[in-house]
């Protein structure tokens, strides 16, 4: 039942925007998994915040939620009763770990191996051509998708049925960015999206190309390179001299590297530097994705000194109250360079 509660909550906060929210209930580590025309990612949207562009405007209304266990399976449609969705969460200590996400698909889940069934609760049985594949592979349906008939039309099946229980059983072991994305001083809309870049789910020009979408592709920045992840946080010119900026207020001697060993490595530690370095370099991810939304969207510019100095705002606001031992050189001349008070 917790995990009902959970889910629902999520869809609340995700309809409100309430991104706060949305990370408490999700875990850093998400596995997210999607089957659907890839113009449909409206849940990746909603989570990246480029749901302020009317394209992605798409509120989530369940109309159906079964749980098995910690699985619970949600499904419903738009408003205009175009668009159907079923959503497979995976709920661990309140917490949520996975989702599976299908559009305009009919679904069903079968159940694999020994493994004795759980109940669904409120399992109702209608046999489709899915359902019967299923069972001549001597797997039992434990749950179909209904609302691809509530939208009226007929909606391509999923072809390997038999192996999305399997798929939703899967364990997936911690990723090692984990820490330096969501660590305990972390600002939730900057993790969201230093997240999504780490996953390469930001709906980035080059991206948007891929799904169809008419753009030109190049960069908002620079206007010569195709916009993708890489050239956005590393590559273009914009984002290398905020990153120069920021490097010279911590001193630090390194040039920037977009793989993410380097802050894995580097930022274990407790010490003031790598306190510093973690949400100013996720507020870099963020402002540089903002600015480059402000551009496209609202045709408003902000230069690199303006980025600059809301970073620094951003990290000071983080460290208020902290116990800061300035007596150590290194972390004088940060307080110093970084405004800390
Ligand atoms: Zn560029």
Redesign the pocket.
Known sequence: MQEKVVVLALYEALNARDVDTVHKILAGDLEWWFHGPPTHQFLMSLLTGASSDDYFRFEFDPLSVTTFGSIVIVEGCDNSRSTSWVHAWTVVDGIITQVREYLNTSLTVARLGNSTPSTPSDYNPSPSSSAAEVTTLHCPSVWESSSSNRVGKSVPGVSKTKKIWEEIREKHNKVLWHKVVWFPLHIPKASVITWMAILDRLPTRAKLSQMGIPTDG????????I?TRD??FA?????KTLWKSILQLTQLQMSWEVRLDWPCREWKAKSLISTVMKPAWNTYIYLIWKERNRRIFQNRTRDVDQLLKNIKKFVRIQLIGRNINRLDDVNASLCNYWGID
């Open positions: 190049l960069c908002i920045f620079c206007n010569e390179e916009e050239h956005l590559d273009c010119n914009f984002a």
